[in-house]
């Protein structure tokens, strides 16, 4: 059984950091991708950066790109289990939105930004960027 599961969200000063933590169970990463995106009310849902583990490229997209890093913790991996960060710096209050992460079949990494493409996500945590 596929599960995901987001956590680390919260208040945080414009300009600082936060990292976020996705725990995934249930699927080894040889054949799939997991990809944080976020969403705010009345837009959709954005793709934000992935990571294929099985060939060790990430993707970002531009409005995140040299701010947000995702990466795995390969020291808490097991075959069926995985833990991904998303670590962000320098947030604005743009930033604020409800952050998922979700597991994508290999196949279709290129078009890893398409959220209608994924069959499984994490029910999302809330991110707000405030003084």
């Known amino acids: 059984q596929v599960q995901l599961a987001e956590s680390g969200g919260g208040l945080v000063q414009p300009g600082g950091s936060l990292r976020l933590s996705c725990a995934a169970s249930?699927?080894?990463?040889?054949?799939?991708?997991i990809t944080w995106f976020r969403q705010v009310p009345g837009k959709e849902r954005e793709g934000l950066s992935c990571?294929?583990?099985?060939?060790?490229?990430?993707?970002?997209?531009?409005?995140v790109k040299g701010r947000f890093t995702i990466s795995r913790d390969t020291a808490k991996d097991t075959v069926y289990e995985h833990t991904v960060y998303l670590q962000m710096h320098s947030l604005k209050a743009d930033d604020s939105a409800v952050y998922y992460c979700?597991?994508?079949?290999?196949?279709?990494?290129?078009?890893?930004?398409?959220?209608?493409?994924?069959?499984?996500w994490g029910q999302g945590t809330q991110v707000t960027v405030s003084s």
């Open positions: 249930g699927f080894t990463l040889d054949y799939y991708v």
């Open positions: 979700a597991a994508l079949p290999l196949g279709r990494r290129t078009h890893w930004g398409i959220p209608a493409l994924y069959d499984y």
């Open positions: 990571i294929s583990s099985s060939d060790g490229r990430t993707y970002y997209a531009d409005s």
